[in-house]
């Protein structure tokens, strides 16, 4: 048993650790997108699905009831109790690989109840076999209308001749070859040969019988009207579960077809029910329903997570109504012994061997470097726990001074993001006063904030649930703060990094990571600017700190995924390189004169590079001396005089280290950079607004 599992969960694992290294590596989805899909599944289709449970429960235990009574067994469970055996075989069922859950239907009527081994098999047997029968049928009538319509009336002849032949095969077999054989005299020969062969042979004898009772009580055609009921109300479920677990996060999904949505899910289920060992089908199902949305042509990343969201719900249902059940199975079932049956007798204990620890062990290695390497994936999209708040100290006369020096008389503020009250806020402090305001007060994570042109308005980004990384580029919402007035509003759903674009127009972000769309203030229309895989764009790249040319349709931005490199992006031409590797948060200067980013080497790490038109290599442009060297978010002011930034003394997390937030006129020595923030917390991505001379 220990061996077993530890093989099935190894398999699980591997499968699973191989899509979501796929997710989080090319789909750029981090954990928080699973938490936020799992909330947002519809607690009303849940509940039809919950409904469909005890639906297809009550039509399977009936049905179960009749074929046992059918079959000639002597003592069987009225229906309430067959009920909770069935719901607690529901549990069982992908507990076990290939299905092999079902036989725990067997032993709990057996040990529970005295129904004999050979008449819960042959009911369990004819069960699956009326189960194929209605599958096979309503797969025909599902994919009837698409055959018609795609390869014309010759494909649907086939493919009902086909179904039928199936059925017929599985009915003969069961109905009529088992009994012939086990009444042929070389079978009752075969039984006499040793004592094996003989309980062998009366174990299918009595199948057999069972089969031929069953067979002549002219119940089967009730029983195929009990298996369309179980067949119906379970895919019936499955299909509102499906849509009400994709409709909010994969629209795209949840419009699909009936006939899409169910085929993904059969093939999901078959794929589950493979001879291959998984803990609870986990990997297995995922993998299936992965592939069949990939052939109808959905992004892997975005298949996966939404099969393990479907899995997880309906397993968390499954098991919750199983375990209720088994439960009360073991306060209400008799629980005699079988008849016949003596005092147990303990096993001889069997030589142990390592080999059989062999190939568990091997997967279990395997499953545990492959899990280590997703989750550094993962962790490279960021923290899972929120940063401490952090300490704040005072800022001192020198500092003052510094300010001061660095703005010699001009005016303006800085904004930023910061978790010195808990959750993460959007921050201001007034220059050259250095007096702090809170700008925003919500329980989720507010980060990102860039100041609209003329400087009355700051656009951020909101994240959905109350706390996601800021590595994380899907679950967030773009939001647009009025300073005069206070006033929020939210812009676009599952937008990211938004910078402004056409003076103050519009506004550009980051989807899901793998789109750059532009939306227009004045009316609220979206234009996809840049799209993973499309318009000459590589596929699996993921996008980050987009920035547009002032002038020109040109886009800075930053590549990961199946790249990694600082870039431009011009209509039609491609992703041009500006520098591969660790460069990051590239922007363009206010006036489209050059590009900047963060980049190595660097006194602590990183130093900010600049890039001009023309030019084939980067040039320095500054590097901090001091204890806080490791820089990073830069950000020009409109009129790119000054340059505000995070630096650390070393750390560079973008979640949880302490940075502290610098100012600098960039026509000054570096060392000349003015510390504006003390505190321990996690304070980044700041921007500045000069108020111009009046």
């Not at 629209?251 to 009936?258: N, Q, S, T």
């Not at 800075?556 to 520098?579: D, F």
């Amino acid at each position: 048993m220990i061996r077993r599992t530890v093989l099935s969960i190894s398999i699980s694992v591997i499968t699973l650790s191989l899509l979501f290294g796929l997710v989080a590596g090319e789909g750029g989805i981090g954990p928080s997108v699973l938490l936020d899909a799992i909330g947002r599944v519809s607690l009303a289709m849940a509940g039809i699905y919950l409904v469909s449970l005890l639906v297809q429960a009550f039509f399977r235990a009936a049905r179960y009831r009749l074929l046992l009574i059918s079959g000639g067994e002597r003592e069987v469970p009225n229906l309430a109790h067959l009920y909770l055996v069935t719901i607690a075989r529901n549990m069982l069922v992908d507990m076990f690989p290939s299905r092999s859950g079902e036989l725990g239907y067997v032993a709990l009527l057996n040990r529970g109840y005295r129904v004999s081994l050979e008449g819960g098999l042959s009911s369990l047997t004819v069960s699956i076999i009326f189960d194929f029968i209605s599958l096979l049928l309503l797969m025909f009538l599902l994919m009837a209308p698409v055959l018609s319509r795609w390869a014309g009336g010759g494909v649907m002849i086939g493919s009902a001749a086909m179904v039928l032949a199936a059925i017929a095969a599985a009915w003969w077999a069961w109905f009529y070859l088992i009994p012939a054989i086990a009444r042929s005299g070389r079978f009752r020969r075969l039984g006499e040969r040793t004592r094996l062969t003989a309980r062998l042979a009366g174990f299918i004898g009595k199948l057999a019988g069972t089969a031929e009772r069953t067979r002549a009580s002219g119940a089967l055609w009730q029983v195929l009207g009990q298996s369309a009921g179980v067949r119906i109300s379970k895919y019936a479920g499955f299909y509102f579960l499906f849509i009400g677990a994709t409709r909010a996060l994969w629209p795209e999904l949840a419009a699909l077809p009936l006939w899409a949505v169910l085929g993904t899910l059969i093939v999901s289920e078959g794929a589950a029910a493979l001879p291959v060992p998984a803990f609870m089908s986990f990997g297995l199902y995922e993998a299936g329903g992965t592939a069949s949305l990939a052939l109808l042509g959905f992004a892997a990343a975005d298949a996966a997570l939404a099969m393990l969201v479907v899995h997880i719900a309906s397993q968390a249902m499954d098991y919750t109504l199983g375990g209720i059940s088994f439960l009360l199975l073991t306060y209400l079932a008799p629980r005699r012994a079988a008849a016949g049956e003596g005092p147990a007798v303990a096993p001889a204990p069997r030589p142990r061997s390592i080999r059989g620890w062999i190939l568990p062990l091997a997967l279990a290695a395997i499953a545990l470097l492959l899990a280590a390497g997703t989750a550094k994936r993962y962790k490279d999209l960021g923290a899972l726990t929120p940063p401490e708040p952090g300490r704040e100290s005072v800022a001192d006369g020198d500092a003052r001074s510094a300010v001061s020096a660095q703005l010699e008389g001009e005016k303006g503020f800085v904004v930023w993001s910061s978790n010195r009250f808990g959750s993460h806020d959007i921050l201001r402090m007034d220059l050259p006063g250095m007096t702090i305001s809170r700008l925003t007060r919500d329980d989720h994570t507010d980060t990102y904030p860039r100041i609209s042109p003329d400087g009355r308005l700051v656009v951020f980004c909101r994240s959905r649930l109350p706390w996601v990384s800021q590595r994380d580029p899907s679950p967030w919402d773009i939001y647009l703060l009025d300073l005069e007035t206070g006033k929020e509003r939210r812009l676009a759903e599952y937008g990211f990094q938004p910078s402004w674009s056409d003076g103050g127009a519009a506004v550009i972000f980051v989807r899901r990571g793998t789109q750059v769309v532009e939306h227009r203030l004045e009316d609220g229309a979206e234009t996809v600017l840049i799209e993973s895989g499309q318009g000459g764009m590589p596929d699996r790249l993921n996008f980050q700190t987009p920035s547009r040319h002032p002038d020109r349709p040109e886009i800075a931005v930053t590549v990961r995924g199946r790249r990694r490199a600082a870039a431009l992006v011009r209509p039609g031409g491609g992703l041009e390189q500006v520098v591969s590797g660790g460069g990051c948060q590239i922007t363009w200067s206010p006036d489209g004169t050059f590009v900047y980013w963060a980049d190595q080497p660097g006194r602590m790490g990183l130093g900010f590079y600049t890039l001009r038109p023309g030019e084939n290599k980067p040039a320095p442009w500054l590097d901090l001396p001091g204890e806080h060297s490791h820089q990073y978010f830069p950000r020009l002011s409109a009129d790119g005089r000054f340059l505000v930034m995070g630096a650390s003394s070393g750390g560079h997390e973008h979640d949880t280290e302490d940075y502290e937030i610098f100012l600098w006129r960039t026509d000054s020595r570096p060392a000349g950079a003015a510390r504006l923030t003390f505190h321990s917390g996690n304070d980044c991505w700041p921007d500045v607004f000069i108020r111009p001379a009046e």
